[in-house]
């Protein structure tokens, strides 16, 4: 392709001519990688995750319209996948959970929160059933990077829940209620050595310290 423009004066005017040059033909064609198929379609976004057995070459998470999760290479095989009762609310988060340097996956469905390694297999005591649907996807902190994640979810009771890495709730963590139903996720920041876990529902924001308090 090729524009040109030209401004030209002549007396009292000024004159425009304007080219377009076009090819119609393809000078050269994508080239495709490698090609995977899906049970079904997908709207969710493939994430590159880590592969801890091999750093140098990612891998992709998604899940397609029929709740199928999938692991797939860096050659475009699929390692593996799972039938999950329900579509995924929130981001995929790559955990160590024992520590070691191996990676596990964890996500929230509105009913369970999910930890499952890289053969496929959930990590017990995962999954969490919840007590109220999830309104929002599970936040993932880690306040002193020493692997003690917390994990806080919004549910629709307008309740805030946080669990450790055992699965169980978080030991003074006071489940602080909202106004309305949360639906993005709780948000951690750090200012002057304070912890502050951000939440908004539709009308209001929300600050509390590590156990929960406003």
Known sequence: KMFA??????GSMIYNNASLLFYPEIQSKPQTVWKSHMKASFDFKPLFVKNHTDPLNKEIVLQDRENNFYLINNIGRIQWQIKLPSPI??????????????YQFLFNTSEKIYVIDRNGNSVP?????????ASNGVAVFDYENTRNYR???AC?????YA???????????NNPKTDHPISHPVEHFVVDGKDYIVAADK?????FDRRGNV
């Not at 629709?156 to 805030?160: A, H, V, Y």
């Not at 669990?163 to 963590?173: L, M, P, R, T």
């Open 5 to 10: 423009w030209q401004i030209s004066p002549a």
């Open 89 to 102: 609310l929130s981001d995929i988060h790559q955990i160590d959970l024992f520590k070691n340097g191996k």
């Open 125 to 133: 005591p995962f999954p969490i059933t919840l007590r109220s649907e």
């Open 151 to 153: 994990f806080i979810v």
């Open 156 to 160: 629709s009771d307008r309740t805030l």
């Open 163 to 173: 669990y450790d890495n055992q699965a169980s709730f978080v030991e003074g963590w």
């Open 203 to 207: 009308m209001k924001d929300y600050f």
